[in-house]
């Protein structure tokens, strides 16, 4: 093990290098760029033995890696904002036949104003694109699940496309401090995958190139991926349990903090989970039973350990980066309402946007959502949808 400070996207490179993918193919694009860079720089020091595929965009970006995991290689992209936009075609093509590949998406917001800032707004638009989603907080933990998207994504019981969805901007950007496991324990980590035959032109349970399904045939093809993403969540947790006795670290698919005995929690995901923490301290401190609960995995969404995590709790306040065009609230407070039936006695839930194109969610403002949502709890009438923004 090597302990290094590195930004996001440079924990994110090495990553990538400690996978040894076979085939690597990117487009840059802010603020994913300086990721690339690190990766062509690793290919020019001799750290990757990897075909490096430089593209003319990112649509051929990921037309590229699928050809190529087809091929049995091991792969790699990624990409931002309207990059991911423009790959949107082989984005699910790739998951349609159920192709095992990794990519980094860097958060941006995505609008016709052609938003440079940092959002969540670009890989919501994705959520339905049959990728397999995990969202770090830290740039240790970009590193990490770029090894377990790969030991995820190859399992022959997924088989399904991986991306680690990272803010751009913030956790991009931003450097802490890494420990970068060492190339032997990465290779023990990956081996029951490496050495396998991976996707097959014939294999029923995956990819139909050369044919178009219809009818009972595409009904019953569409079937076994539901089954597969909905399967992953239990394999999810053994490829966790094999990283934790290698690396000594564990995130589960819902990180929570002082949230078994709370009263209220924050809901969230990504990198403002850390101020976040504070704001719970300051209210323990204060004597009011606060927690978090970070949405790490967002895909296959977590429905039962959410409904877990929600019982027993009176309120929740949802801090989100995007928002649901549609629904008048953000991706994170739709889908966790959907839980709610699941809950014996659901607790009132509370929505505040923030952080839209680079703004910051600062503590001020995650106190004003607390005291919103505590009011919430004692039986106030409170606005289900609060821009914090304007707080």
């Given at each position: 093990?090597?302990?290094?400070?590195?930004?996001?996207?440079?924990?994110?490179?090495?990553?990538?290098?400690?996978?040894?993918?076979?085939?690597?193919?990117?487009?840059?694009?802010?603020?994913?760029?300086?990721?690339?860079?690190?990766?062509?720089?690793?290919?020019?020091?001799?750290?990757?033995?990897?075909?490096?595929?430089?593209?003319?965009?990112?649509?051929?970006?990921?037309?590229?890696?699928?050809?190529?995991?087809?091929?049995?290689?091991?792969?790699?992209?990624?990409?931002?904002?309207?990059?991911?936009?423009?790959?949107?075609?082989?984005?699910?093509?790739?998951?349609?036949?159920?192709?095992?590949?990794?990519?980094?998406?860097?958060?941006?917001?995505?609008?016709?104003?052609?938003?440079?800032?940092?959002?969540?707004?670009?890989?919501?638009?994705?959520?339905?694109?049959?990728?397999?989603?995990?969202?770090?907080?830290?740039?240790?933990?970009?590193?990490?699940?770029?090894?377990?998207?790969?030991?995820?994504?190859?399992?022959?019981?997924?088989?399904?496309?991986?991306?680690?969805?990272?803010?751009?901007?913030?956790?991009?950007?931003?450097?802490?401090?890494?420990?970068?496991?060492?190339?032997?324990?990465?290779?023990?980590?990956?081996?029951?995958?490496?050495?396998?035959?991976?996707?097959?032109?014939?294999?029923?349970?995956?990819?139909?190139?050369?044919?178009?399904?219809?009818?009972?045939?595409?009904?019953?093809?569409?079937?076994?991926?539901?089954?597969?993403?909905?399967?992953?969540?239990?394999?999810?947790?053994?490829?966790?349990?094999?990283?934790?006795?290698?690396?000594?670290?564990?995130?589960?698919?819902?990180?929570?903090y002082r949230a078994d005995d709370a009263e209220i929690i924050y809901l969230t995901a990504g990198s403002c989970s850390g101020t976040i923490r504070t704001i719970v301290d300051r209210a323990r401190n204060r004597g009011h039973k606060i927690g978090l609960a970070r949405l790490r995995v967002f895909r296959p969404y977590p429905r039962e350990e959410m409904a877990r995590v929600l019982e027993g709790k009176k309120a929740v306040a949802v801090i989100e980066r995007s928002i649901c065009l549609g629904w008048n609230c953000g991706h994170l407070?739709?889908?966790?309402?959907?839980?709610?039936?699941?809950?014996?006695?659901?607790?009132?839930?509370?929505?505040?946007?923030?952080?839209?194109?680079?703004?910051?969610?600062?503590?001020?403002?995650?106190?004003?959502?607390?005291?919103?949502?505590?009011?919430?709890?004692?039986?106030?009438?409170?606005?289900?949808?609060?821009?914090?923004?304007?707080?």
């Amino acid at each position: 093990m090597d302990v290094k400070v590195l930004s996001g996207n440079k924990a994110a490179a090495h990553g990538v290098r400690l996978a040894r993918p076979d085939v690597i193919a990117m487009y840059p694009i802010t603020p994913q760029t300086p990721l690339a860079e690190e990766l062509a720089k690793f290919h020019a020091e001799g750290l990757i033995d990897a075909e490096i595929i430089e593209v003319e965009g990112e649509h051929t970006a990921m037309s590229a890696i699928t050809g190529a995991a087809v091929a049995g290689g091991r792969v790699f992209t990624a990409t931002s904002s309207w990059g991911l936009s423009y790959m949107n075609e082989p984005f699910m093509f790739c998951a349609g036949n159920r192709v095992p590949a990794v990519m980094v998406n860097v958060t941006r917001e995505t609008s016709s104003l052609r938003g440079v800032g940092g959002s969540r707004q670009d890989i919501m638009t994705a959520r339905d694109g049959g990728w397999i989603q995990i969202e770090p907080e830290t740039c240790q933990e970009v590193l990490d699940s770029v090894l377990i998207a790969y030991r995820l994504s190859e399992d022959p019981r997924v088989l399904l496309p991986v991306v680690v969805a990272y803010d751009g901007f913030f956790l991009s950007h931003q450097y802490e401090r890494v420990e970068v496991p060492d190339q032997a324990t990465v290779d023990k980590f990956l081996a029951p995958v490496s050495a396998r035959i991976r996707s097959k032109l014939d294999d029923p349970r995956t990819l139909h190139f050369s044919i178009s399904l219809a009818g009972m045939d595409f009904a019953n093809y569409r079937k076994m991926a539901l089954e597969a993403m909905e399967g992953a969540k239990a394999i999810h947790g053994e490829v966790e349990d094999e990283f934790a006795a290698l690396f000594g670290r564990r995130y589960g698919m819902i990180d929570t903090y002082r949230a078994d005995d709370a009263e209220i929690i924050y809901l969230t995901a990504g990198s403002c989970s850390g101020t976040i923490r504070t704001i719970v301290d300051r209210a323990r401190n204060r004597g009011h039973k606060i927690g978090l609960a970070r949405l790490r995995v967002f895909r296959p969404y977590p429905r039962e350990e959410m409904a877990r995590v929600l019982e027993g709790k009176k309120a929740v306040a949802v801090i989100e980066r995007s928002i649901c065009l549609g629904w008048n609230c953000g991706h994170l407070f739709q889908e966790a309402r959907a839980v709610l039936p699941d809950v014996t006695n659901p607790p009132k839930m509370v929505d505040f946007i923030d952080g839209l194109s680079s703004l910051d969610i600062t503590a001020d403002h995650l106190e004003k959502a607390l005291a919103i949502t505590m009011a919430a709890a004692d039986g106030q009438t409170v606005k289900e949808t609060n821009w914090l923004i304007w707080e």
